[in-house]
């Protein structure tokens, strides 16, 4: 969030046709609830440009990039490196730390798209699970932004927006501000 060291999120592994859609979700969960970043492999154009155009629309700021160096994206993180994965620290437990290391530190949240190698697990300085059962990573990584922002993601301002959602109790609105 603005005026905060930054929060990227590195989705790591993409298998094409397979993961299109969730790979997508995980660059615009992020920039919904409160990253700064998304950095996705570059085998993943498509949800790289979806992303984009999104943030072209309703507001940013926010950034989307690829990167073919996944490993070293991980391993030359000057910052703190927090993966999310089922077999981790529950994210109640350590929340704490991760937002008071965050406080000087820019912080990468990586998010398994396929197998995670080991080195990932060796290189962060918290694996973190919401909750330890299999779900989506997309769900996972909801969960621990709100977690980290406390909320306060949730009512942030968008710049340069060309369309903005109305709020109301039923059926949907969308009001074009250009």
Known sequence: MQGEPEVAVLRYGHRPGRDDRMTTHVGLTARALGADR?????????????????TDRFGGPFEVESTEELPATVRDWEGVVVHLTMYGEPVQDVIGDVQDARESDPLLVVVGGEKVPGEVYEEADWNVAVTNQPHSEVAGLAVFLDSLF?????????????????PQECGKRVEELE
């Open 150 to 166: 406390e909320g306060r993601e949730l009512s942030q301002e968008y710049e340069d927006a060309r369309s903005r959602v109305i």
């Open 38 to 54: 998304a950095i996705l492999p570059g085998n993943a154009s498509q949800s790289e440009e979806t992303v984009a155009d999104i």
